[in-house]
């Protein structure tokens, strides 16, 4: 028998955003002792302290922070099922994360199509690198996202949607590289730690024992095919990124084993029965068929 229903939610989420007993009555047309009553009712069903008293406020404790997430969770959840059914349309808000260049490259017109046919969707777009992206999903912060090869999502769906062929970009005018050797201690140029593309060539240079002589971090695409351009190191990317910001003829790319250049692009989601919005946007995404498991 389930201990929470979703007017004892709304009282616990209310107490929470007004600070305190006395302003959230106020806000709930309610009389102190009723809401007072209700949370004490909460907390022993489950067996938990929710509140620490602070002066004349109060502050949530760790399992108070807890019950706040799902709260939040459910009862947006509840909102969008009554408005869907009433107007049969899906509603509210669609929390997606993606990696930085299937947001730039592969989601826009996918982006596009979805909004023009759901207006009523709002569409709230994380990008992030791939180790982040997941982490972000099991902690329910996203409701499905989409990240790249290697990857670990214990307990995650997942689809695979299209591969990317990687290359390694230079300065123009560099000399040939066929093998990490031909690098030496270079610079690599990447995202922060967790980027799945990064950490495919650190193990590529590893495979040589090549160590790169340092790594600058950059946080866009752009910014770090511009770095390469100006000769400043190197970098792994994926071609679509090039052909999307049109700097195809700005770098010089190195064609790389297909072990290293062929990459899948995965949706990742929770089992269970997904919302409405997000079912209508993974209906517009293409399918890649026959892909190996990952783990």
Same mark, same amino acid.
């Given at each position: 028998?389930?201990?929470? *229903?979703? *007017?004892? %939610?709304?009282?616990?989420?209310?107490?929470?955003?007004?600070?305190?007993?006395?302003?959230?009555?106020?806000? %709930? +047309?309610?009389?102190? @002792?009723?809401?007072?009553?209700?949370?004490?009712?909460?907390?022993?069903?489950?067996?938990?302290?929710?509140?620490?008293?602070?002066?004349?406020?109060?502050?949530?404790?760790? #399992? $108070?922070?807890?019950?706040?997430?799902?709260?939040?969770?459910?009862?947006?959840?509840?909102?969008?099922?009554?408005?869907?059914?009433?107007?049969?349309? &899906?509603?509210?808000?669609?929390?997606?994360? @993606?990696?930085? @260049?299937?947001?730039?490259?592969?989601? &826009?017109?996918?982006?596009?199509?979805?909004?023009?046919?759901?207006?009523?969707?709002?569409?709230?777009? =994380?990008?992030?690198?791939?180790?982040?992206?997941?982490?972000?999903?099991?902690?329910?912060?996203? #409701?499905?996202?989409?990240?790249?090869?290697?990857?670990?999502?214990?307990? =995650?769906?997942?689809?695979?949607?299209?591969? #990317?062929?990687?290359?390694?970009?230079?300065?123009?005018? +560099?000399?040939?590289?066929?093998?990490?050797?031909?690098?030496?201690?270079?610079?690599?140029?990447?995202?922060?730690? $967790?980027?799945?593309?990064?950490?495919?060539?650190?193990?590529?240079?590893?495979?040589?024992?090549?160590? &790169?002589?340092?790594?600058?971090?950059?946080?866009?695409?752009? !910014?770090?095919?511009?770095?390469?351009?100006? $000769?400043?190191?190197?970098? %792994?990317?994926?071609? @679509?990124?090039?052909?999307?910001?049109?700097?195809? *003829?700005?770098?010089?790319? +190195?064609?790389?084993? !297909?072990?290293?250049?062929?990459?899948?692009? +995965?949706?990742?989601?929770?089992?269970?029965?997904?919302?409405?919005?997000?079912?209508?946007?993974?209906?517009?995404?293409?399918?890649?068929?026959?892909?190996?498991?990952? $783990?």
């Amino acid at each position: 028998m389930r201990n929470i *229903d979703l *007017d004892t %939610l709304e009282i616990f989420q209310s107490v929470v955003a007004c600070g305190g007993i006395s302003h959230a009555a106020r806000t %709930l +047309h309610r009389v102190p @002792s009723n809401i007072t009553t209700r949370i004490k009712q909460l907390e022993a069903r489950l067996g938990v302290t929710l509140f620490h008293r602070q002066g004349r406020g109060l502050r949530l404790t760790q #399992e $108070g922070e807890v019950l706040l997430g799902y709260a939040e969770r459910l009862l947006r959840l509840a909102n969008e099922a009554e408005a869907t059914l009433k107007t049969r349309r &899906p509603q509210g808000t669609f929390r997606l994360g @993606s990696l930085e @260049s299937a947001a730039g490259a592969r989601l &826009p017109p996918i982006l596009a199509r979805y909004h023009q046919d759901n207006p009523s969707v709002r569409v709230e777009l =994380l990008t992030a690198p791939t180790s982040a992206l997941v982490s972000h999903l099991l902690n329910h912060d996203i #409701e499905a996202a989409v990240v790249s090869q290697p990857f670990t999502a214990p307990g =995650l769906e997942r689809q695979a949607l299209f591969e #990317e062929e990687l290359v390694l970009i230079s300065a123009r005018g +560099h000399a040939p590289v066929r093998s990490p050797r031909d690098l030496g201690r270079t610079t690599l140029i990447a995202f922060a730690h $967790g980027c799945s593309y990064r950490k495919r060539l650190e193990d590529w240079l590893a495979t040589d024992a090549i160590l &790169p002589e340092r790594v600058l971090e950059f946080a866009s695409y752009p !910014a770090i095919v511009a770095c390469v351009a100006a $000769g400043s190191g190197v970098a %792994l990317v994926p071609r @679509s990124v090039l052909a999307s910001l049109r700097a195809t *003829d700005d770098v010089m790319t +190195h064609p790389l084993p !297909a072990v290293l250049a062929r990459n899948l692009t +995965h949706l990742l989601w929770h089992p269970g029965t997904p919302s409405i919005a997000f079912a209508r946007f993974r209906a517009l995404l293409p399918t890649l068929e026959a892909v190996p498991a990952l $783990g």
